[in-house]
């Protein structure tokens, strides 16, 4: 009788022909040849009288520690896939054992290439933001390995092209003040780890929050068409097309024009209706001098107490009749009508659903 795993529906493991016949893949082949690379042969090198000195047993000692250590020091190691779908399961069935949990999600699910695309750096960094405030602790150690990694390439994004500042500013304060509590706490909070690692980790997020600090705007030398440029009614649509207000406050320090309509009351008030409803506007009014209603503050009032609207150029998306949690791509969508996964629903688009940040927590919360 032939032996089942898991899953029998798999595709098993991934082979390479070679000379001397088929050989499987392993996830760490790659980086176990590289570090082959380095191990050269000690009977090449050493004479005959180093012979005595270093036995065969002591060579493949040394050889097999410094492996062990590369993959464990070795932060810049990727453990993560590069997938655009995954499989949500809650729980097992007789073909699937386990189930799906954050840290694996965030594993296996390319976030590395998603920060790089415009339309999913917001909402990336929203979703890091979250798990930094709530569930830093619930990720496993290679999730954790990655979480900091994708963070670091943040970082070093936003440092070369200047972009989102504020965005990341944010992540790195709410995670810092996260890591202090929980370090304090050792014993009493669930750490996965070294609490020496975790120390590293948090130096680390104050020389990132240093070098956003320092952080210089270069001056562009354009010769052509600058914002300034433009007439009046298109500067203001742009900024009614803001659904952020220090994104507004921000845009208004560049020209004097440009603070002139982004103190416009009517910017704001249609900026508080779109985020928050007419009931919230009674409980938290502000009045000027003359009576009319202070609009710009009265939206950084009510940030306070209510959430903002979430507004991102794409997201995660979630299969209603797979089960799936999937990458949309749109240009495949239109070009070979391509789903963004193995979908068997008559109709795949009505399955779909996006997913916001705390929604793909919460798919996670069992």
């Known amino acids: 009788m032939p032996f089942l795993g898991q899953d029998w529906r798999s595709p098993g493991w991934s082979w390479i022909k070679t000379e001397d016949g088929w050989k499987r893949c392993e996830s760490c082949s790659q980086e176990l040849e590289r570090e082959n690379e380095y191990n050269i042969n000690h009977n090449i090198i050493l004479n005959s009288e180093d012979e005595e000195i270093f036995s065969n047993e002591e060579c493949e000692y040394t050889s097999k520690k410094r492996k062990k250590d590369h993959f464990r020091n070795d932060t810049n190691t990727q453990c993560f896939y590069r997938e655009k779908w995954i499989y949500v399961h809650k729980e097992s069935t007789r073909e699937r054992h386990g189930y799906c949990t954050l ?9 590395s290439s998603a920060i790089q695309d415009i339309r999913r750096f917001n909402y990336v960094v929203k979703l890091l933001q979250l798990i930094a405030k709530s569930q830093l602790t619930s990720l496993s150690g290679v999730a954790q390995k990655n979480y900091f990694n994708i963070l670091d390439k943040i970082v070093q994004k936003v440092l070369s092209d200047h972009q989102n500042p504020r965005l990341i500013k944010d992540l790195l304060q709410d995670l810092s003040s996260t890591l202090c509590i929980l370090i304090r706490g050792v014993g009493k909070s669930v750490l996965v780890g070294n609490i020496n690692i975790w120390i590293c980790r948090l130096e680390t997020i104050l020389t990132w929050q240093q070098q956003l600090q320092n ?4 001056k562009q030398v354009n010769n052509g ?9 298109m500067l203001n649509n742009i900024l009614y097309r803001f659904s952020d207000g220090w994104d507004i406050i921000t845009l208004g320090q560049v020209t004097p024009t440009l603070y002139m309509l982004s103190e416009d009351r009517q910017l704001w008030k249609k900026l508080c209706q779109y985020h928050f409803a007419e009931k919230q506007f009674c409980r938290h009014l502000i009045l000027s001098e003359k009576g009319h209603i202070e609009w710009k503050l009265m939206y950084f009032a009510l940030q306070k107490y209510y959430p903002t609207k979430e507004q991102y150029g794409d997201t995660l998306h979630f299969c209603r009749h797979c089960s799936i949690l999937f990458w949309k791509d749109y240009h495949l969508a239109l070009l070979f009508k391509d789903s963004g ?26």
Not at 215 to 218: A, E, R, V, Y
């Open 103 to 111: 840290g694996e999600a965030f594993n296996r699910l390319d976030f």
């Open 225 to 233: 068409l600058t914002l300034s440029d433009l007439p009046l009614h």
């Open 341 to 366: 996964h193995p979908c068997t629903a008559t109709d795949p688009d009505s399955c779909f659903m996006p997913v916001s940040p705390q929604h793909f927590i919460d798919l996670f919360k069992f």
């Open 215 to 218: 952080l210089q705007m270069t």
